[in-house]
């Protein structure tokens, strides 16, 4: 089989009704991304950071995979796939995947404040007085602004496998994320959904600009990558 590779964003959650935090002017739910979203943010005030990402959770709770994402699932009848997100929801396993890797971390997921190994699913509210078997306080398992990415290098070693690229929901123009299509292989076929597509010269490769929506798109491609799938 060969290998796909997805690069999924924001945009694809949204079509289920999830949240894409940033609005129009910059802020995240009318919080400055400093607050809710950085290392510095959560030592300030962990009350305000919890009450954010439990607000998230809730609302992902309540919404359901879309046809986008099912059909990022069926293509593993035909290809090798592997979804790699920016994405904290779970979506995408719920939709049908079963090989995810997520950049940004997991909103369903909490860890140790003492050992980032300690990692624990979490589906309800957490509070400051939580804690491990060991005593530790606990915190979103959520990678902000200013924290390494732990999982980019295995993303990019991934995506330097790939006969075919889907770029979908997201303009990669936010790095480390933005980098990873530069690890595309020369010959890899690469399609670019979204309504309103950044300029792909940025990429400094061919690609297929698809204009449309998560679930629009993936229609609008389907047809050439079962052909792909059969060469």
Same mark, same amino acid.
């Given at each position: 089989?060969?290998? @796909?590779? /997805? @690069?999924?964003? %924001?945009? /694809? ?7 894409? =935090? ?21 030592? %300030? ?6 009450? =954010? ?18 059909? /990022? ?29 997520? @950049? ?12 980032? %190994?300690? /990692? ?112």
């Amino acid at each position: 089989m060969k290998k @796909l590779v /997805i @690069l999924s964003g %924001a945009g /694809i959650s949204a079509e289920s009704g999830i949240s894409t =935090f940033r609005d129009s002017n910059g802020l995240w739910e009318n919080h400055d991304v400093q607050e809710v979203a950085s290392p510095q943010g959560w030592r %300030a005030n962990k009350e305000l950071v919890l009450r =954010f990402y439990n607000d998230r959770r809730r609302q992902l709770l309540e919404c359901e995979p879309n046809d986008a994402h099912r059909a /990022i699932a069926e293509l593993e009848k035909y290809f090798n796939v592997t979804v790699i997100t920016q994405n904290v929801d779970d979506l995408h396993e719920r939709g049908g995947a079963t090989d995810v890797v997520h @950049l940004h971390g997991e909103l369903l997921k909490v860890r140790s404040e003492e050992d980032d %190994a300690l /990692i624990y699913d979490w589906h309800t509210d957490l509070t400051v007085n939580d804690r491990n078997d060991k005593g530790h306080s606990l915190r979103p398992h959520i990678v902000w602004f200013g924290e390494m990415v732990p999982e980019l290098p295995r993303a990019a070693e991934l995506v330097s496998t790939a006969d075919v690229v889907i770029i979908i929901g997201t303009s990669l123009q936010v790095y480390p994320a933005a980098s990873l299509i530069d690890y595309a292989p020369s010959e890899a076929v690469v399609y670019y959904i979204d309504p309103r597509p950044a300029c792909t010269q940025s990429f400094h490769r061919n690609i297929q600009v698809i204009p449309a929506s998560a679930t629009e798109g993936m229609k609008i491609i389907w047809g050439e990558l079962m052909e792909l799938s059969a060469d």
